[in-house]
């Protein structure tokens, strides 16, 4: 479990990174899914930490939502300012 208090630790400080960013009007709907993708990964993390599987579990499956909430949020601009999008 020594392991998971390593990578909360990490993770809690890209949330907290993600966190500070400033970012134009635009794009506030995609930083508050990023925000609560980092966040959501940081309690996944903390929670392994301290044994709490279930717990953990229940992040992660909301912190895939929230990454999938990101893309749409990203496609969705991506159609609105019609940038070009290379996918690989």
Do not use: P
């Not at 992040?59 to 949020?73: Q, V």
């Amino acid at each position: 479990m020594e392991e998971y208090g390593d990578y909360a630790a990490r993770a809690e400080e890209r949330y907290q990174a993600q966190l500070s960013q400033k970012t134009v009007n635009c794009l506030e709907t995609l930083q508050e899914h990023v925000v609560e993708f980092f966040r959501l990964e940081w309690k996944m993390y903390e929670a392994a930490s301290e044994g709490n599987y279930e717990l953990a579990d229940e992040y992660d499956l909301a912190s895939i939502e929230s990454d999938e909430a990101a893309s749409n949020e990203f496609n969705r601009l991506a159609d609105e300012y019609d940038w070009t999008v290379i996918e690989e």
